[in-house]
């Protein structure tokens, strides 16, 4: 299962993401709409039958109410503050949590499942949502979404909304690093090129169901895990899955740069939490906290 940061860490990183975020968009935001893994995933997986659930202490101690809700935090995710930064509601609800409906979606939704991937297999290791079943989502949303605003409202919201993609980590530390299939057909730079092609069919097909401000979120520092530090020697960062995560975010770049050129009216961006990130874990006093 994939490991989290600390809170103070994913905050700090994400409202210094959301300085980029804000000039890309330009215009006031209806509603921000999320794919990816656990880094945005809302509680999706509760409803899925998998072992990849925070639904339990101390999960959620931090949240309204005191009570996990299926976030992989103690409290609100990063994308949580960013909605309501924008004068959207503080948190982005699950799509799949039966304690929400259209009226809650029409603002703001998640359709990301922890523990998944680009890769449809990583999505298998799990057994949680693949990629290509949250767009399905996404298009039953638009249906439901056109139901209830009208048809001109609901294209305005969709054409106008922020959508967040945050996916990638898990193709290698639970898929690739793991189960061999993956890597006796492909070297890692190979596999890194098969995740980009995925990666820019998802995209592609996202802009062509009216999608325009997209932000693509980039690796973190995926060697500096808890779980990687904690198998390394003296808790050290593991460093071949942090070169891979770097040179995998550089591919990301060149799609961004590319897909802008190719694509008339995209505004992608790719949002790099990198060496925010490692720092933060390397120079903890500068956050004001001795270990993260």
Not at 161 to 183: H, K
Request: with cysteine; glycine share 8%; aromatic share 12%.
């Amino acid at each position: 299962m994939e490991s989290s940061h600390t809170l103070l860490a994913a905050v700090l990183l994400w409202l210094h993401l959301f300085l980029i975020l804000i000039v890309t968009a330009r215009a006031k935001v209806p509603a921000i709409i999320m794919f990816g893994d656990s880094s945005v995933d809302a509680g999706n997986n509760n409803q899925v039958p998998t072992i990849a659930r925070s639904n339990f202490r101390p999960y959620g101690r931090d949240f309204y109410g005191g009570k996990p809700t299926g976030r992989f935090c103690n409290g609100r995710l990063a994308t949580d503050f960013i909605s309501e930064a924008f004068g959207l509601r503080p948190f982005v609800p699950a799509y799949l949590d039966p304690a929400y409906n259209i009226s809650d979606f029409a603002v703001g939704v998640t359709f990301a499942s922890a523990g998944t991937g680009y890769d449809n297999a990583t999505s298998d290791v799990l057994g949680v949502i693949p990629l290509w079943r949250e767009l399905e989502y996404y298009k039953d949303y638009q249906k439901r979404l056109r139901a209830y605003l009208g048809d001109g409202k609901a294209i305005d919201t969709l054409t106008n909304a922020l959508y967040i993609i945050s996916i990638g980590t898990n193709d290698f530390l639970e898929n690739y690093y793991v189960v061999p299939q993956r890597r006796t057909q492909y070297t890692i730079d190979a596999y890194q090129e098969f995740l980009i092609g995925i990666a820019r069919n998802f995209i592609v097909d996202l802009h062509s169901l009216g999608a325009r401000k997209i932000s693509l979120a980039g690796l973190p520092p995926m060697g500096c895990m808890p779980l990687e530090r904690a198998e390394n020697l003296a808790n050290a960062c593991m460093e071949t899955y942090n070169t891979v995560a770097m040179r995998f975010n550089a591919k990301l770049s060149d799609l961004v740069l590319k897909l802008n050129k190719e694509i008339p009216g995209l505004q992608l961006v790719f949002s790099n939490p990198f060496s925010v990130l490692l720092q933060m874990i390397t120079n903890p006093s500068l956050y004001g906290k001795s270990y993260i």
